[in-house]
Structures are given as structure tokens and as C-alpha cells.
């Protein structure tokens, strides 16, 4: 079973900066792609960025130059770098990890931005 668990959140101005991490366990083994989803209140959750074990990384159009997924081998802590923020941002930020084939995520962590 795999398991992920979310931190960093938290309360910041609108210019501010955040880093989320994704601290991962349990067995693993192939790890396809490791990506960020955020939900804002009454809003569908929408893809923030991903990371393919193969191919290139993406992010939503609404986050590029600004925010940065990123990963430690040593340990497969995935984070995301967020700069820049605005208010449109605050959400409920999900880390997701498909390892072989399965789909797993983490329970969320808050982020609001005040303007």
C-alpha cells in the first residue's frame, strides 16, 4: 500500500511564496508520474502540474513561470514550489503518485492567498 501525506499550506499574501511537499510510503517500486491537482471551493479539481517518469513535465497555464514540481530520489518526497501567489490560487492542493499502473493520492493541504 502506498501512502502519501501533504504539508506546507497555510495562509499567505497575494506576492507571497509557499513550498509544498508530498512525503511518500509504503511500497514502491516503478513510479510513472507524480503530479499536483488543486480544488478550489465549488470548482472541479483541476491538474497543476505533473511529472512523467518519461517525457516532459507540464503545468497549467494558469501556474507556468510560477509554480515548480520537483522530486527527491533519494527518499521520492515530490514538491511543489509556488511563487508569485494570488488569490486565485487558494485551494486544496493534492498530491497524486501513479505507481505501476495504480493511482494513489494524499488527503490535501490547505492553501489560501489573501489579497
Known amino acids: 500500500q502506498v501512502q502519501l501525506v501533504e504539508s506546507g499550506g497555510g495562509l499567505v499574501q497575494a506576492g507571497g511564496s509557499l513550498r509544498l511537499s508530498c512525503a511518500v510510503s509504503?511500497?514502491?517500486?516503478?513510479?510513472?508520474?507524480r503530479a499536483w491537482h488543486r480544488q478550489a471551493p465549488g470548482k472541479q479539481r483541476e491538474l497543476v502540474a505533473v511529472?512523467?517518469?518519461?517525457?516532459?513535465?507540464h503545468y497549467a497555464d494558469s501556474v507556468k513561470g510560477r509554480f515548480t514540481i520537483s522530486r527527491d530520489n533519494a527518499d521520492n518526497t515530490v514538491y511543489l514550489q509556488m511563487n508569485d501567489l494570488k488569490p486565485e490560487d487558494t485551494a486544496i492542493y493534492y498530491c497524486?503518485?501513479?505507481?505501476?499502473?495504480?493511482?494513489?493520492w494524499g488527503q490535501g493541504t490547505q492553501v489560501t492567498v489573501s489579497s
Open positions: 509504503g511500497r514502491i517500486s516503478v513510479i510513472n508520474a
Open positions: 497524486m503518485m501513479v505507481v505501476r499502473g495504480l493511482v494513489y
Open positions: 511529472m512523467p517518469s518519461v517525457g516532459d513535465t
